[in-house]
Every structure is written in C-alpha cells, then in structure tokens.
C-alpha cells in the first residue's frame, strides 16, 4: 500500500491576476496558462480583443481583460499598458520549473505566413522584424504591435523573435503573427515530465 506522505504534491494552479493603474489607463488582466481557450476581453479596440482572441484560442491559456484608457488622445498608452500587464500576469503565473522553456511556431492564412520563436529566458528581448504592407487596419495603428510585444517581453521577462515571412494583406500579416505567438508560448510553458523538478538551465535558475 502506498504511503500517501511520499505522494508528489499537486501542481500549484498557474493563474495570476494583474492590475495596472496609471493616468492614462486602468487595465485588469487574469492569466491561466492551463486554460481551455476561453477570452473574455473589453479593451476598446476590436481589432486588438480580435488578436488576443487568436493568444488565448490557440494558446490554450484563459484571459480575462478590461481596460480602459485614453482612447480619445490615440490607443498607444492602452496597447502598451495591456502588453505590459499581460506580461506581468505571464510572469507572476509561471512557476518555470519542469517547463519546455522554448517554444516556437509557423502559423500560415493564405498568403500570410508567420514565424515566432520564444524562450523563457528571465532576460527580455525583443526582435521584429514584420514588413507590414499597410499602415493601418481599419483605424488601427498596426505600429502599435511593436509596442505590445515590447510592452509583454520587458514584463515576461522572455526573449521573442517575431517574422512576417510574407504576405500581401495585412490583416493576415497580423492575425499569423498572433497565432504564432499563441501556439508558441504554449509549447514553451507546457510541463515536460521529463525534467519534472528542474529549472530548463544549465545556470540551475532563469
């Protein structure tokens, strides 16, 4: 009969909650890496609840996010303010113990076609190097992508590699790059039995 004192402990549940309050924006946003894929999400910008809804899908994360910014001065505060508490919630809700650490992925849509490429490294970095051929989607500003992944890595404290290998629509453009992004956090924060207990370092800590 097996001794239930030498039973492994149950993984602790890798969820957080992050608030972010300034002058310019007030931002909730709750994380749940073992999640199912369910967005819940009132940010102001369609385009971008369109995007995150790509994240948490093809991610298998769950997010909750309200924010609420200076919408009438232009979205960059709110876009970057919401790439930033995503980052602290990734950052608060990942214990990186036992994880993959790496993870990266292609996502085509039609002619679009994405590669993104991320490591748990505990230093941020970011390179993004997404020709987009128009400038705006919509009203959106589509230079503000830069701004939330840069927001997301300073916070996530991960190295990210983003290319738009090609493409003629930018809305596709986009939309790979966020599946991307989504199918590769979920390979680099996915539990790999194999290294059950140990930091994915040869330093011994990230």
């Known amino acids: 009969m097996n001794d239930l004192s030498d039973s492994a402990p149950a ?3 890798r969820q957080a909650t992050v608030e972010r309050n300034t002058k ?4 909730t946003v709750s994380l749940d890496l ?5 967005l819940d999400v009132e940010t102001g910008l369609p385009f971008l609840d369109h995007m995150l809804d790509q994240v948490a899908r093809h991610g298998l994360v769950d997010l909750h996010i309200r924010a609420t910014g200076d919408l009438d001065i ?4 709110t876009v ?3 790439g930033i508490t995503l980052g602290q919630a990734m950052n608060k809700a990942l214990d990186k113990t036992g994880i993959r650490r790496y993870g990266h992925a292609y996502v085509p849509l039609d002619e679009a ?4 490429v991320i490591d748990f490294s505990g230093r941020p970095g970011l390179e993004f190097h997404c020709p987009f051929v128009k400038g705006t989607v919509g ?10 992944f840069q927001g997301f890595v300073n916070h996530a404290l991960v190295t990210l590699h983003i290319d738009n290998i090609r493409g003629k629509n930018a809305h596709h453009q ?3 790059i966020f599946k991307a992004f989504g199918r590769a956090m979920r390979m680099a924060v996915e539990l790999d039995a194999r290294q059950a207990g140990v930091i994915p370092s040869t330093k011994g800590s990230l």
Do not use: M
């Not at 310019?24 to 931002?27: D, G, K, L, P, V």
């Not at 073992?34 to 369910?38: A, C, H, Q, Y």
């Not at 232009?74 to 505060?77: F, K, L, Q, S, Y």
């Not at 009203?139 to 939330?148: I, T």
């Open 24 to 27: 310019e924006t007030q931002i």
């Open 113 to 116: 076609l994405s590669r993104v």
């Open 174 to 176: 986009i939309e790979t």
């Open 74 to 77: 232009d979205a960059h505060h």
């Open 11 to 13: 993984q602790s549940p």
């Open 139 to 148: 009203n959106f500003d589509v230079d503000l992508f830069y701004e939330f």
């Open 34 to 38: 073992d999640g199912t894929g369910k």
């Open 80 to 82: 970057e303010d919401i």
